[in-house]
């Protein structure tokens, strides 16, 4: 048993969870996982056993819990500082730390319109011009990141950071829906879907019995 344990909801759907489970993959550490199965009689019953506001990705550490997934990114990256959550050089870091930031408190329409739903190849969305302008902004910005930061590997700060973890479940959008993006992005796109701890994640996902119909309809 490790002494730290991360609480999630189904791998399918939870694009939060799946933020802060790369986050906690990425330092390499053991740790103990609860998938709570989101939108079912019971569930906010049992969210409310772990998470103070009701949701998920929660990070329980012996006696600190960590509700909010860039919470749960910026103290694993205090407590592992050797694990290079973050880039070293301080201006790509503030850079990473502005577009995770982004991430979290933007893209609604994408977020809204597309939701995650890691095995489903549909193809079709409802799209609409707010979403044509967050896909464009995320194309443009990935592309901006790997231009001037990813020289030294494949991701947005070359490697693995929070700000790739923080864009997988929109990498996930991108297969899912069948964005076609070029160049940089392109490239980034591959890169970030076949990292393994996310194909280890997209396993799992596909592997759970739970169906969300009101994902599914959407
Ligand atoms: N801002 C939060 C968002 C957390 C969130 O909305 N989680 C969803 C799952 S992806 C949830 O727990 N939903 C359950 C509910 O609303 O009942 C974060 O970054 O962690």
């Given at each position: ?164 973890a923080m864009y997988a479940p929109v990498v996930s959008r991108f297969i899912t829906y069948g964005i076609s993006v070029e160049g940089l992005a392109a490239e980034y796109l591959d890169a970030a879907w076949n990292w393994p701890a996310l194909q280890t994640w997209l396993g799992a996902a596909q592997a ?11």
């Open positions: 048993m490790s002494d730290l344990h991360l609480y999630i909801g189904n791998k399918n759907y939870s694009s939060w969870s799946l933020r802060a489970w790369l986050a906690l993959k990425q330092t390499g550490v053991a740790f103990d996982e609860t998938v709570i199965p989101l939108y079912r009689d019971d569930s906010s019953a049992v969210l409310a056993q772990y998470s103070p506001s009701g949701r998920v990705p929660v990070l329980q550490h012996r006696d600190c819990t960590i509700w909010e997934s860039l919470a749960i990114g910026e103290y694993l990256a205090e407590l592992f500082p050797d694990a290079g959550l973050w880039p070293k050089e301080s201006c790509a870091r503030a850079t990473a730390r502005a577009v995770s930031n982004e991430m979290h408190a933007g893209f609604t329409a994408l977020r809204t319109h597309l939701p995650m739903d890691m095995r489903a190849r549909r193809r079709q969305h409802a799209g609409g011009e707010a979403v044509t302008k967050d896909i464009g902004r995320i194309i443009d910005l990935w592309s901006d990141c790997r231009q001037r930061f990813g020289e030294e590997g494949r991701f947005l700060f070359g490697a693995y950071s929070l700000a790739d759970e019995p739970w169906v969300i119909e009101l994902y599914d309809n959407r």
